[in-house]
Structures are given as structure tokens and as C-alpha cells.
């Protein structure tokens, strides 16, 4: 099957209605801000400071952060010493700080202290990257987009509507082939999904109301190896001979050549190990 009309064909409603069932957290049909209202401003500042940190971590920075400087004119004006130890929790808390610091001054400057409502003009403002800036689109103004972090990023590949090895490119692969109406719930209930089933390691497949939808559980429950996202679907031999007819002349490979001279020894030295399996970062 062509795999963009099987993304394209994928029932968004039926995994949303299934995953607002499972995690009770109501119709997700309801505008989003009329029960889950939040401040831009802190969404904003609480996305910047969620970097590569746990939730449990950045809601307690938060809540200090806040208490104290609710808004970009109190943060602006805050002295880099009494920002470090209220969102120390974080980690990197010199460098949040600073940021966190320098977004509030832009705010004033450039948008009269108020949080901006457009993709362009939110990735412009100091460590603010796509993710963060979705993030405020959905949760602080309700305007339709798709934040994808590392839960959002897994699921997709695991459910098999993307293949792609960053959530930068899952990002992109998902605004292509998902309905626009479904971009501001897909979010919330994949997090909470990753948080609970669908987690990195383990996923539980046999508690999960999506299994027949997700290409991974139906692999698994046959007894088969999950799909990997590196399994990009392979070139026929014809459509790589059509590939290479169209390349410009000068820039064809050329042809390789034959080995003419007897291949070397391999060299008598001790096999190097494999280097250890270092656990990938947020
Ligand atoms: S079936 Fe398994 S891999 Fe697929 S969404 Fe559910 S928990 Fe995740």
C-alpha cells in the first residue's frame, strides 16, 4: 500500500475518541480553551524551562517562578540572582535563567510585554524552538497546531503513520497527512499516553485500546518484529536505474571498479570492543 494514503486514511477520530475514553479527559471535540485555559505567558515561559527536564521538575520551578513574576514586565526586570534559585529544579538553571530572562525583555520591546500569536514571530523570540512555540499556539490560544516532543515523535512511528527519525521531521510529516481539526487534541492524549502505556521502554500493548490501529501492537500481537522508523520502504531496481538516468551527467557516481590487486589482510591487532550503549538523552 502506498504509505502516504495509508497515513492519510488513518482514523484520527476513532484513536482520540479510544484515548479521551482510557485517559477520561473528556469530548475532544470541546474548544480546547474552554476547559483548559492557561496563561501564554507562562506557557511560554514554563515550555522554555521544561527542556530536558521531567514535568514533576518544572512544575514546581513554575509555581515558584510565578508566584514571584507573574508577567514580562515583572521577569524583565528580575535580577539574574534571585531568578537562578527559584528554577534551579530544572536543571541548567544559569543558562534558563538568562533566557527566560532575555525572552520577557524581548516581549516588552518587540510585542508591548504580550505573548505574540503567530509561528514566526514566537520562533523569533530567545530559546524559543518550534516545539515551544506550537506549544503556546495550542495551549495558550487555542489555535491549531501540533507541538511534537519525544512521547508525540514515538507514538507517531510506533503507530506507523510516520516514519521519521526527529520530531522536527515528525512534526512536518504530521501537518501533512492529519486533518487539521485533529492537530490541537493529538498532543494532550499522546503525551498522556507516552506518559502511561505507550512509555519508551515496554510499551503495554496488551492494556491498549488502540492496538488494531497502531502498527507496531498489530506486529506484535502476530508474534512479528515492530516496524522501525529506518525502515524506509526499499527502492525497486527500476526505480533506482530511473533515479540514476536522471541525474545530471557530471554528477553520476561513476562506475565502480573492479578490484584488481588481491584484497589486503585484515591487520593483526586485538578486535577493538563495540563501544557501551549510552542511553539517549531528551
Ligand atoms: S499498541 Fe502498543 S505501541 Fe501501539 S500505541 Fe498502543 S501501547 Fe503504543
Redesign the pocket.
Known amino acids: 500500500m502506498n504509505p502516504d494514503r495509508g497515513a492519510r486514511a488513518f482514523d484520527w477520530e476513532r484513536l482520540l475518541d479510544r484515548l479521551s475514553a482510557l485517559y477520561r479527559t473528556g469530548d475532544w471535540r470541546r474548544p480546547y480553551l474552554r476547559d483548559h485555559a492557561e496563561d501564554p505567558f507562562q506557557v511560554l515561559i514554563g515550555t522554555i524551562l521544561s527542556q530536558r527536564t521531567r514535568d514533576a521538575n518544572t512544575d514546581v520551578a513554575s509555581a515558584r517562578l510565578f508566584a514571584r513574576y507573574p508577567d514580562a514586565r515583572s521577569l524583565a526586570r528580575a535580577e539574574l540572582a534571585d531568578l537562578e534559585p527559584l528554577v534551579r529544579p530544572v536543571g541548567f538553571y544559569r543558562t534558563k535563567s538568562r533566557v527566560i530572562r532575555a525572552c520577557a525583555r524581548e516581549l516588552l520591546a518587540r510585542h508591548d510585554g504580550e505573548v505574540p500569536r503567530t509561528f514566526d514571530a514566537l520562533v523569533a523570540l530567545p530559546g524559543v524552538g518550534p516545539k515551544t512555540a506550537n506549544c503556546v499556539l495550542v495551549f495558550g490560544y487555542g489555535i491549531p497546531a501540533i507541538p511534537v516532543d519525544t512521547h508525540v515523535h514515538r ?1 507517531a512511528n ?2 506507523g503513520v510516520v516514519r521519521t527519525s526527529t520530531p522536527e521531521a515528525t512534526e512536518e510529516r504530521l501537518r501533512e497527512v492529519v486533518d487539521e481539526r485533529y492537530w490541537i487534541p493529538l498532543n494532550p492524549l499522546l503525551v498522556q ?1 507516552g506518559q502511561n ?2 512509555r519508551p521502554r515496554g ?3 496488551d492494556l ?1 485500546p ?2 488494531d490501529q ?1 502498527a ?2 498489530v506486529a506484535l500481537s502476530a508474534g512479528r518484529p515492530p516496524p522501525r522508523p529506518d525502515d524506509a520502504p526499499r527502492r525497486s531496481a527500476g526505480a533506482q536505474r530511473a533515479r540514476t538516468a536522471s541525474r545530471p551527467a557530471g554528477r553520476r557516481r561513476p562506475p565502480r571498479r573492479r578490484r584488481t590487486t588481491a584484497p589486503r589482510p585484515p591487520p593483526r591487532t586485538a578486535p577493538r570492543r563495540a563501544p557501551r550503549h549510552r542511553a539517549a538523552s531528551r
Open positions: 507514538i510506533r503507530l499516553h502505556l505507550c510499551p503495554r500493548c491498549c488502540v492496538t497502531c507496531t501492537g
